[in-house]
Each structure stands twice: as C-alpha cells, then as structure tokens.
C-alpha cells in the first residue's frame, strides 16, 4: 500500500522557502517573503518581489 505517504511529500519547502530563523515564529508564513534569502539574489524568486517580470 503506498497510503503511507507522508503529509509533508508534497508540502515540503523549497530551500528558498525556509523560514527565516531570524524572524519570530509569528511571522513565519512559509512563505518565500520570510525565507532565509529574502531579499538576497540568492533568492530565485527575487524578481517576483522587485514587481520585475519579464514579458
Ligand atoms: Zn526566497
């Protein structure tokens, strides 16, 4: 049975997405806003918070 999977299979984060251990747990949403490279080009998603995107 392969029903054994684990919640976290599909929801894991991005390295991008870790939280950012910096910030208090109240503002850890998960998200790539708090992560560790927020705001760093190491970031990839950088752009997306510079409102840059290329059409
Ligand atoms: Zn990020």
Excluded: W
């Excluded at 910096?22 to 949403?29: A, F």
């Excluded at 806003?33 to 080009?41: A, I, Y």
């Amino acid at each position: 049975m392969d029903e054994a999977l684990e919640p976290f299979e599909f929801s894991e984060p991005m390295p991008c997405y870790e939280s950012n251990r910096l910030l208090s747990s109240d503002l850890d949403d998960g998200r790539c806003v708090h992560c560790q490279k927020f705001l760093t080009l190491d970031c990839p998603y950088i752009g997306h918070f510079l409102g840059e995107e290329d059409e």
